[in-house]
Nanobody, 123 residues
Framework: VQLQASGGGLVQPGGSLRLSCAAF????????VGWFRQAPGKERERVSC????????HYSDSVKGRFTISRDDAKNALYLQMSNLKPEDTAVYFC?????????????????WGQGTLVTVSS
């Protein structure tokens, strides 16, 4: 059972990036899934998630209107399209999956994690 995240990199303010997360050994649509990020010296925070119950999409206030989460069931993959990136978006981004908890903001409620991919927003 594994999640593999990719797509991070260096981007200028106002730019865009698309993060991908491939799942192996389990089916993503059976789980609540989400993206978290952790900046240096800060706690890991949930950026966005997809409800396991009704497929609804949820975003933190800091990224609402700029980030879009999506899931491709045929590819068993999760994505995070990030636009109008700001320096404060700089962080390591993680994909995560939870079977027992839905829409949780608590990282401890997620049993599966990708390895993290670094996003740096800087001119």
């Amino acid at each position: 059972v594994q999640l593999q995240a990719s797509g991070g990199g260096l981007v200028q303010p106002g730019g865009s990036l698309r993060l991908s997360c491939a799942a192996f050994g389990f089916t993503l649509d059976d789980y609540a899934v989400g993206w978290f990020r952790q900046a240096p010296g800060k706690e890991r925070e949930r950026v966005s998630c997809i409800s396991r119950v009704d497929g609804s999409l949820h975003y933190s206030d800091s990224v609402k209107g700029r980030f879009t989460i999506s899931r491709d069931d045929a590819k068993n993959a999760l994505y995070l399209q990030m636009s109008n990136l700001k320096p404060e978006d700089t962080a390591v981004y993680f994909c995560a999956a939870s079977y027992l908890h839905n829409r949780s903001r608590n990282p401890g409620d997620y049993g599966y994690w990708g390895q993290g991919t670094l996003v740096t927003v800087s001119s």
